[in-house]
């Protein structure tokens, strides 16, 4: 997840979810005015399981706000859970390169479209 973001966007979302495909390095990325459950679990199920079929695997960043959440969604369509190493961002690297990309490429977009 990347935010808050500020300035927040015309349609007010200050938060981007992104997911990574580890094969093949595609990006996922969603933005939201606030990231609860019930967005995260819409857009595992909408934006990666409705397109692109179950994962095997889905890595996670530790974030114990939503462990228990993704814990019961992953036990609900069989898939294998893991957390990435805490305090070791390199070991998440796909995902670390991703939003460093989105957030420049958002940063770029706030100067160029500030009125």
């Not at 974030?63 to 898939?79: A, H």
């Amino acid at each position: 997840m990347i935010g808050p973001i500020e300035p927040k966007a015309s349609n007010g979302h200050r938060f981007i979810l992104v997911a990574i495909d580890y094969f093949t390095k595609w990006v996922e990325a969603t933005s939201y005015s606030t990231v609860t459950r019930n967005v995260v679990v819409n857009f595992i199920k909408r934006d990666i399981i409705c397109r692109y079929g179950l994962p095997a695997h889905i890595i996670t960043d530790n974030g114990t706000n939503l462990n228990k959440m993704m814990t019961e969604l992953c036990e609900q369509f069989k898939i294998r859970h893991h957390n990435s190493t805490p305090y070791r961002p390199k070991m998440n690297g796909a995902v670390e390169a991703a939003n460093k990309n989105i957030k420049k490429i958002v940063q770029k977009m706030v100067v160029t479209y500030k009125d």
